[in-house]
């Protein structure tokens, strides 16, 4: 036998090549990781300016909305890594980025801190004075 799929006696697939290599375990651990692997790399941060407000979704997960009335100060920013996704930082207050240290960074006028990472630093700007 070439250790392909074979019928086994009760007329199912089997596939005894796997089960012969890896553990279920195994398989399984490798499953999360390539899974979490592609969940990393085609994670996106979408930023919308639009009717006076900032909408922020991260992907499925996560979705903020921010009046741009409320913006007292907001400038862009080449900043160092603080890592992906959304965080709390003393220096930035609520960082969300997804790739690169480039952004823009705002204080609300109740003190609050925001800086959202983007590659078109410079056109997110641009549109949040033009709204």
Request: aromatic share 12%; net charge positive; proline share 1%.
């Amino acid at each position: 036998m070439y250790g392909g799929p074979s019928l086994n006696d009760s007329g199912n697939v089997s596939i005894s090549w796997i089960s012969g290599r890896i553990s279920m375990v195994q398989f399984i651990f490798v499953l999360i990781y390539i899974l979490t692997f592609l969940f990393l790399a085609l994670s996106k941060l979408k930023v919308v300016v639009l009717n006076n407000e900032i909408k922020i979704c991260h992907l499925l997960f996560f979705k903020r909305v921010i009046n741009l009335s409320d913006i007292n100060e907001a400038k862009n920013i080449d900043y160092n890594f603080v890592g992906y996704g959304i965080r709390k930082t003393k220096k930035y207050g609520t960082v969300y980025n997804v790739k690169g240290k480039e952004g823009v960074a705002f204080t609300l006028k109740n003190g609050e801190k925001y800086l959202i990472g983007s590659k078109k630093a410079e056109q997110f700007l641009k549109s949040l004075k033009e709204n």
